[in-house]
């Protein structure tokens, strides 16, 4: 089969682009061709339909004229619409697989692959499909108030960099693509790696077939160590509000453990302006880190910490770490509880509960024997339920069925 997959981003820049790249290994390795297509971008990896790719489109560009293209391309991609119609007219795939195309590329290529008459399935990594701002997540804490298609609420309260500007631009564009093109309708079956994000988005009022499909890993590559070599814990993960890094740096101060901050962010300056006037010892920030120095650093500490505050869809931090064979503390809110079971794979707090957080920090840190237990409970949930076997022999089912359901609106 050849399949036509498309993402923003041709490089690793989150969980998204991960899991990109790792379905397009997983169907080569089972025989299928993979077509790519994203945006030109400086930090791309190689591929053979780089020339397909639309030009880069940077949001925090300070030429006007330049922004203006940039807003308009979030609405409608013009040139995307076309490039794919190249791409598709060229390759002659047999179905598309579509990730993150928001704003640098816009569904706009729906309208084209439609003209093809090709079975397309979307992953959703994130809630913009019922959120212009990606995370439904306003002044501190979760918000809904755009349940059932009312997304002026966006505009009504900045939701968008607190800008009433970009968030009217926002605006606009979940009303045109939703309410005006129903170009989501083009879509045969979306794909939703968390039953929480699946279900979320139901309730929110959208009405396309949403299918339950998590996320794999290759734990063959990870190599764990049901131990510790410090007595330390770690954050992995971006600086900012909604992944409650705040709280756990409350919730550590004057505990007898370390915590390693790893990850870069708005928050950074102050977190460190924090540490500093408050005397906070037993915290180190070890700024980004990726691949072996990561995996390293998160085998020698005790567990990992994600202290979240938004719904969070399926992290891959905490796929990862139960990969090293180290359980996680996670915060009781969006996918988190599907992978974290209490005295299991690790324990939950309540999110911003800084008191809750301290005591299930200091519950695991007292007791080694516990962590290494649950590490290894961790470590084999991922082998049995997230390996790659079994999530491809889903993903073909998904596409049989978008196949299927296409034929049938023939």
């Known amino acids: ?25 997983l169907i080569k390795e089972n025989g299928h061709q993979d ?6 971008h400086e930090r791309n990896f190689s591929t053979d339909f780089d ?3 639309v030009s880069n489109v940077d949001y925090e560009s300070k030429n006007i004229c330049h922004q203006i293209s940039s807003t308009l391309k979030i609405l409608y991609s013009f040139e995307a619409k076309g490039n794919v119609d190249h791409l598709i007219c060229d390759t002659k795939p ?21 003209k093809y008459n090709l079975p397309v399935v979307m992953t959703l990594h994130d809630y913009k499909i019922i959120c212009g701002s990606y995370s439904m997540f306003d002044r501190g804490k979760p918000c809904e108030a755009c349940k059932g298609g009312r997304y002026y609420q966006s505009f009504l309260k900045k939701c968008v960099k607190d800008s009433y500007l970009k968030s009217l631009v926002t605006t606009f564009e979940m009303y045109l693509h939703h309410k005006l093109l ?5 879509v045969d079956v979306f794909i939703s790696p968390s039953l929480f994000l699946k279900n979320k988005v139901e309730e929110m009022g959208f009405k396309g077939k949403i299918m339950y499909l998590p996320y794999f890993i290759h734990a063959n590559v990870f190599d764990p160590y049901f131990g510790f070599k410090e007595k330390t814990i ?73 202290p979240s505050e938004w719904y969070e869809n399926k992290p891959l931090s905490v796929i990862e770490s139960f990969a090293l064979g180290k359980p996680v503390i996670g915060s009781r809110i969006g996918g988190i509880p ?30 080694p024997a516990e962590i290494e237990r649950m590490g290894r409970n961790a470590r084999r949930f991922v082998e049995d339920e997230l390996n790659p076997d079994k999530h491809y022999e889903r993903l073909m089912q998904i596409y049989q069925f978008a196949i299927d359901k296409h034929k049938r609106k023939i």
């Open 1 to 25: 089969m050849k399949i036509l997959r498309a993402n923003k981003y041709f490089f690793i820049k989150g969980g998204a682009e991960t899991s990109f790249f790792d379905t397009a290994e």
């Open 94 to 114: 047999d179905l598309v697989h579509l990730h993150n195309i928001y704003h640098q590329i816009s569904p706009s290529i729906l309208h084209t692959i439609r």
């Open 182 to 186: 129903n170009i989501y309708d083009v």
């Open 51 to 53: 020339s397909y790719f």
């Open 338 to 367: 599907e992978l974290v079971k209490d005295n299991e794979t690790g324990f939950t707090f309540e999110p911003k509960n800084v008191e809750d957080l301290r005591a299930k920090i200091s519950q695991l840190v007292n007791n």
């Open 234 to 306: 770690s954050y992995v993960g971006r600086l900012s509000k909604e992944k409650g890094i705040l709280a756990l740096v409350d919730a550590v101060k004057g505990l007898d453990v370390k915590l390693k901050i790893i990850g870069e962010g708005p928050l950074k300056e102050v977190i460190e302006d924090r540490v500093k006037s408050e005397g906070i010892n037993n915290i180190e920030f070890l700024g980004y880190m990726s691949g072996q120095n990561l995996k390293e650093e998160i085998r020698h500490c005790m567990f990992t910490v994600i």
């Open 35 to 40: 077509i790519a297509f994203s945006m030109e």
